[in-house]
Structures are given as structure tokens and as C-alpha cells.
Nanobody, 114 residues
Framework: VQLQASGGGLVQAGDSLRLSCIAS????????IAWYRRAPGKQRELVAS???????TYADSVKGRFTISRGNADNQVYLQMSALKPEDTAVYYC?????????WGQGTLVTVSS
């Protein structure tokens, strides 16, 4: 399984950005599809996820600002990020779990300037 993340870039605080993850198989075949991020000097953290039965989870730090959704194509997942803050600066990774295996994409860098 391959996960291709894209859409990162350099934006200003308050801007919006949409990340895209394209999987090499249908999203519904995974138990969980998620976005993680790793900020400089910090551990990787869960940003948002869609689990079986479409249960959606967000990190407290992004609730109300980020939205995870499936794309029109059956192998796409988006992360719509709004009201970006400098502390959102990180490498964002697409993640998928098809029990018992976890898959990771290569990451896309998001830099938010103040």
C-alpha cells in the first residue's frame, strides 16, 4: 500500500490550506485513515482520523479549524486546514491502518508564518 500526501506549503497565519492523501487502494478498505504531524523538536501527534463507521476524531488543538474528509475519488482523503497558526507548522503525514498493518506516507511540510 502506498500513501501519497501533498498540498503543503508556506502560508501566513490565518490562511487556509488543503492537504491531500491519495492511497493505492480504496479508502474504505482501511480500518482507519488519519493525518498526523510532527512539529520541529516535538513528537508526532494525531491531527484527525476517520475510523470504521465514519467515526471522526480531532486533536483538541485543531477542533473547529481542521476538517478531515473523503474525496470524490474512492482513494482520496483531504485535510482542510483553516485559521492556521504558527504552531501548526509541521510535517504532516497520511496514515492508514488495515489491521494489523499500519502504513505511512512520506509527509508534506506545512509552514505557517506569523
Amino acid at each position: 500500500v502506498q500513501l501519497q500526501a501533498s498540498g503543503g506549503g508556506l502560508v501566513q497565519a490565518g490562511d487556509s490550506l488543503r492537504l491531500s492523501c491519495i492511497a493505492s487502494k480504496r479508502i474504505v478498505s482501511f480500518n482507519v485513515i488519519a493525518w498526523y504531524r510532527r512539529a520541529p523538536g516535538k513528537q508526532r501527534e494525531l491531527v484527525a482520523s476517520i475510523a470504521t463507521l465514519s467515526t471522526i476524531t480531532y486533536a483538541d488543538s485543531v477542533k473547529g479549524r481542521f476538517t478531515i474528509s473523503r474525496g470524490n475519488a474512492d482513494n482520496q482523503v483531504y485535510l482542510q486546514m483553516s485559521a492556521l497558526k504558527p504552531e501548526d507548522t509541521a510535517v504532516y503525514y497520511c496514515n492508514a491502518i488495515q489491521y494489523p498493518t499500519t502504513y505511512w506516507g512520506q509527509g508534506t511540510l506545512v509552514t505557517v508564518s506569523s
